[in-house]
């Protein structure tokens, strides 16, 4: 009865009155708002913390809702780009409670005895499926049912008892919660229900969603049902097992309604088996009836069906029958993708498509059948996708990585079990074949297996401990879970395997011993602790007892213990060592008394010692019985095997010993290992190692010995035949980088242990063994054709070794660095090396001693460190590349010459000015493609013409920090090597579309290849990984593939090999985290044309390229899935080759539903500089952070120094006005010509790409590129006169390419760039969206015809014209214009209209093509400029023209009307050329008034240009750096500063007005640190700006005589810092080593050297004078030095008297964890200027805070807290002000007196630099290139301009005046 009033269902919130928050809780941000989709009231819960805002019933944790019915319906919306949080506390028969927790915020499903997490994935996510991101922005309101008996079934095995409470957590809308015994279709109504006759349960009205009249219920709603049916049919798990199966459920609830109106379900079981009738009928659940879902319960089943879209296998598996026979069905609305992937089956529910090959596989002992589907009408293009999965795991080469002491016998003696690195290894011993446990993310600190070798117990090194248990039979992982101890350093099992007891160290460093129950570890149960204890005496090793599994015994430093396990307790007593008290104990074994007592009074323990004891031990008495010792020698003469007595003396380590019935075997540090008899009497066999012995274990059996040493070695001892047998060599240290030989299939490996093994592929044993003792290798090549191998060491030594004689044939030593890099030519002609100071060497290999033809300096990037992708030769043997001479350079040239073919620039990619970071490693592609891949620090992987250094291709969403690249032969797939994993992609797709993920590694990945025969894959870092190829690469030729032995085919398993699961993290099989998803197909062709046109206000955006699921195989995860939406937009006919369809057409206005997204296939960057891309950015947009006021507060933003030169026509200048204005950052600065004068207008979040000025001058338009705020672009609309933002517009989804206003203003067209590809119209009047395209290439400019408002002109690959007619019908038609012959492979890149009926277009060839737009022809063609033209202007008869070649030039353009009268024939005419310009850049903006006499012109170097053809020059109007600024400083007085950046420059501003002064260019080197001379006594007009480069010199400028006064070479690395002395007289520079140099420029010499810092780069380097005696020292100088590794050091000096002493040492601690990984802030630390005691310290720390620390009491005074770690930090000298910048673009001002503090948001990057000018109000900040001024009011005098006086170069005081000439000096 107690059920009944819960019938039918129950409104819980009603039920509990949750509005009187009486019987439940509210916490944060909770409020009742009106929802306008449902038209009633519901709780809206957000909040930045999920934790923290939340509704809980009931009130406490102590009650319980009782609610018993089966399902809980839960109607809620996530929040849009935001992350929920649903906790369900449910109660079992049995009274547990069990957590089910549903998230977007979870990335992989996870479980435990107490807790489900399922990973939610909203509807608009599934085209590109991402774990663990937040709600799109369309989510839609979703009506969530669980079923709560099944979820606790299927996972855990448990009885559902009742719902005992309900957390909803931020960030949500919810409406209600019901409770029912019944499952309602909520698509359904009770009327329709009647209606329909339908025999399912309708909705209640209560619980039902309004639709409205005529709509259906999934276009507005999601129903997500959880778990779906096929999955319920689950028979119940037997205890006897978990059920794995159960772990990798994912389930996909749909949206789009099937015949019934019930919702299709999609489901991926882990194994499943397919049946179905011939037919497909109407039906509901899985979206088609007769088709169940068989779950099969064998979990090392792996279904082999393929998806009709990918490739597949070369050969079918074995015992598999592929179906030829197409199935016959009904599309309805029944899912027509049926996918059999490598983990199971995925149905889904989209556009109809056609099943081929599909074939079942049936599993032992289940009938097989067929399915038949009907293949689509209209077949929709698909895209291939990855093999799945493309690896699998056959060897590992290693041993060890936490230690070398695992090494166990199974209980039959046949089997290895041992560690390398993050991966078990049971290896058969006669077999050699390996078996691999997959699961741990760092090294195996400790092993343990049970007595009859059934469960197997592993520990992860590093805290926390994490311990694994394994069912070492089916190798499963029945439980993970976190250990108390901080770092575990032994396990032990008892004999029957029901107690584990593990020793460590805990938090504080004490030793700790603790023990876990294992008996419910194989039933679904938990490991429980059965008892834990400290003690003070050291454990180096612990054994359970064999005979009694509560007893214990631990030895170590000094200790010997027994132990015991009473009730939850552990209990100890010491052994009475009496005389051996001082021993240092290794090792312990039981000796088994004669006749076989299990009692233990009858056992004696063995231990051994350091210093060769052997102690025998009576357990009962506690006392030492015998003590032996183990001598270092055998006395000379005797023989091998002659007894050796235990006597006085020496003795020999003991590391470990073990025991049998029969003999004991003894591990010692001289690298024996010996057998005794149980009376030590006599040696019986010993057996030398190369290494000291770390461990023994003898086989239950006693024939066999294990032995492993500290050499990475692992072998046997066989006692009957005598014979020892080496199982595992291995590197005991990280490799470096291999190379393979063809021929003899060898694999040779350098490794930081200074050893060189060469191995044979075939059999992976070691064959060679080359040791350096002095150096160690870095690089190593083979010879392609002779049996000789090839090694750089760390000397610069490079040395050639014969494989044959086993010499070193020749030797060079031609380097000053270490050698970095080696390179062989395909054909064996040359040999390349590289080192760390730049060096380039050329070898000539046909010469018998190999001999040097050329070398060269300064050649290849000195900041690299060893790599084997550091240079890489083309497969024609002609083309060397390489990363140089800087990291943001790549070159290449010819290998006969060493010529230089081309070199790029890949941080700036100039003239684009697109910042992609530095190169990170290369390699060419294989024959006959001709391509050189380049991965970046952005994150991409760029594609060139290996011939040109063109770029072809831009691959994105490339694997971070990238260390290497590998492409298949043929060009499939493409691997990337970082971190700790390895990347597939599928090269010929995109890159970026999708990859697998394989895992392994648990250090960085050093490098990755494929083998010559391209069966199978080498990676090597931690240890060597053998990988097979599953499917072969399509170019690989059936002739060019070796058999190896072992080698396994690529469509079976394989006899050596085989990987086993881990169902608790879902590491199936492979080693793999991220399971691929199949590439969906992009638009159906259709014959109504290119454009997709919408009248809805909302997004069309791209849709985002999809990529691999961030889940593991198989989890279980909710999914919502919104309609398809790929329909609604259309291709061009089959017959144009272009896809654009046809020559005229006409585009009707879609349905009401809205406008569709645009598959269209992965974004490439177009081979065009006009064309934008933003600039790469690690930092994310702040959040709530106020833009800076414009006068009356204590910070103002003052003056803008610089211009964006990566903008396309992000300046407007307007002559009639003199409006004028310009882009920076996200900054519109409008500047006034003739005053100087500055206006800011800020609004953008982001970098603004380009600005459109309206014809009357009053409405500006400017936008940005979308962000991690917004999701879309923003527009801008600037109301001109007041300086306003009046409307803020957002529809483009990447980036906006152009703006433009139709010729009477009522219209604006805004164009997306090419990962957009849409254009919009908006009315002016009420700036609402009238029209939307999206187009199938990218667009690079567009403009109105002014002769017709409505008509709109754009080019790319050809020229478009787009119509907007006026009238009721505001249909959209386009024209596509024919594409002149001449302009071939190129494109058309910019336009300008001339006189009606004149169009001018451009091309990236650099021609000019002149239209006549009354007869769609092109007239005129001519050869305009060596490049791509990117600007074109025309006013009357002249023509504008700029391109990439930095040119401008002026045409006469009077005799065109005439020569368009001639048609044709005028084609071949030529053009006169009035005058032309060069500038400093590629010309991306340019504006003319209307006689063309006199303009602005901006390029991609930074600079704005005034332009006067009449006077026939270019004058400097705004000039800023065009790369990153490292450092300003000021002089002495105040009146000018300096700055340095990436770009070599140092230039020198007055602060007065911001203008360039002076400006020194160095060639090839980034300037990093700068620093302004003090005051020189006696010359106080001597000004001197020292400068440090990225070479490690250091340049002294004199800023009198605009010259270098010395140029010295203190350092081997880059300057990172440096500061003058107070007297001017001394530098003091640090560099990216850690080395501090004290130099004196007078004399150019380096007087001393610190390497205190060394190791870690110096990051601020900062003196002051200080009296004499001051601090209790000598000394007239205090300067400080802080380095990367958060330690600051503080010294006093007196440099005439060479005296340097340490006054300080500060080290502060760092975290464990960074939020974002690799974006470690620097440290930084300043004296403080109002006190002369006071030192600040920023930077990483546990928290983040600014701490003053006293010198005088040397202690921290006062810690400033602050929202951020700081990135750089200022003081002022005139108040207590304090400047810290933050990585998230912030700049916070505060003041120390009072402790209030200012946030701003003015940059667009980073604040990587906050300088204080020493005397007056300003300071400056930057972020990337931007100059910021800020004016600090309370300060002082305001010198020199008004509050909005800004930057300008030093241009006209009005648009013709201004300063004659630059001063600019060049250096190399």
Sequence with gaps: MARVWQHPFLNVFRHFKVDEWKRSSKEGDVAAVMDRTLKRRVYRIRGSISAGNYIQLPKTSTQSLGLTGRYLYVL?????????????????????????????????????ATWLQFPFICEAQLSRPDLGAAAPPGVRWTCLQLDLLDILLIYLNRRYGHLKGVRLCANLLVRNLYTSDLSFNPAVTVSEARQAKLAITPIPREMAFPVPKGKRWHDHY?????PSDSLKALEPVQKSHAPPEAAFLRLVAASRPVQGGASPQVQVPSSVAVSAPEALGDGVGCGFSGLPLVLSRHTDYTPLLQPHWGPTPPRPLSGVRRSRKRVEGSGGGGPSVVRVGGRGVHVVSHSPAALEDVAVCKPPGRKQSRQKVVPSKTPSPQTDSLPDPVLRLKSVIGFGGHSTRWALWTEDGATVVYPCHAVIVALHVETREQRFFLGHTDKVSALALDGNSSLLASAQGPPPSVVRLWDFRAGVCLALF???????????????????CGTGKDGHGRTMVVAWSTDRAGRGGEVAVLGKAHTDADIQAFQVAFFDETRMVSCGRSSVRLWRLRGTGLRSCPVDLGEHHALDFTGLAFMQSQDGCQEPSTHVLLVCSRSGHILEIDCQRLAVRRARRLLPTRPPGRPHLQKQPFTSGPGVPISSLSVSPGVCAVGSGDGYLRLWPLDFSSVLLEAEHEGPVSSVHVSPDGLRVLSTTTRGHLGFLDVLTCEYNVLVRSHTDTVLAFATEPSRRQLATVSRDSSIRVWDLATLRQLYDFTSSDEAPWAVAFHPSQPILFCGFGGGVMRAFSLEALDVLVEHRCHRGSVTGLAVTPDGRFLFSCCSQGGLAQYDCTHPQCCILHAAGNMVNQEAGPSPSTLTVSGDSRLLAFVGPSKYMVTAVDTASLAELWRVNISTLDPAGSSLGSAMTICFSPTPTSHLLVATSANTVLVLDAELGHIVQELSGIQPTASSLALSEGSCFLLTAGNCAIKVWDYPVQAGSGCQVYIGHSEPVQDVAFTPDQRQVLSVGDAIFLWDVLAIPKGTPEGSIHSSAGAPPTDEAGPCTRQLEDPLTGAHELPRQVVPMPARAGLPESSDGVFSVSDDEGPCEESPRLQGSQQAPGSPVLVEKGTGAFGDSARGSAGDPRGLGLSHFHCSWPSAQGAS?????????????KHFVARFKASTCPKGVPYPPARGEQLRLKAVVGYNGNGRENMVWRPDTGFFAYSCGCLVVVEDLHSGSQQHWLGHPEEISTLALSHNAQVLASASVSSSVATSCLICIWNVPEGSCQRLLSHHAAAIQALAFSPDDGLLATLGNYRDCTLALWSTATFTLVACAHLQEPVHGLAFSPGAAGQLTCVGRAALTLCLPRGADPSLQVHREPVPAEVGAGELSSLCFGSPPLLFCGSTAGRVYAWDTATHRCFLTWEADDGEIGVLLCSGARLVSGSITKRLRLWAMGAVPELRLKGSGARSSPMVMEQQLALDGAVVSAAFDESMDMGVVGTSAGTLWYVSWAEGTSTHLVSGHSSRVNEVAFSPSGSHCATASEDGSVRVWTLASMELVLQFQVLDQSCLCLAWSPPICGHPELHRVAAGYSDGTLRVFRIARTEMEIKMHPHRKALTAMAFSSDGHTIISGDKGGLVAVSRPGTGMTVRVLSDHQGAPISAIQSRSKEYGEFGVEGTDLWLAASGDQRVSVWASDWPEDHCELVDWLSFPAPAHLERPGCQPPSLAAFCPWDRGLLACAGLGLREEVLLYSLRQKQVVEKIPLPFFAVSLSLSPGRRLLAVGSADRVLRLVDCATGRARDLAAHADAVHLCRFAPAGPLLITAAADELLVWEAAGLGP??????????????????????VGLPSVQFK
């Design 76 to 112: 809620f919306r996530p929040l849009p780009t935001k992350h929920f949080v649903i906790h369900l506390d449910v109660s079992t028969e049995d009274s547990q409670v069990i957590r089910v927790s549903f998230s977007n915020l979870f990335k992989e499903f996870k479980s435990t």
């Design 222 to 226: 999601v129903h997500v049902q959880f």
């Design 482 to 500: 976190q250990s108390p101890v901080h770092t575990l350093s032994t396990l032990s099992f008892s004999r029957s395997g029901m107690v584990l």
């Design 1157 to 1169: 997204k645009a598959e269209a296939s992965p974004a490439i960057r177009p081979d065009s500089y």
């Design 1838 to 1859: 305001t010198g020199g301009r008004p509050a909005h006086e800004g930057c300008r170069g030093p241009g006209a005081r009005d648009a013709v005046g201004g300063i």
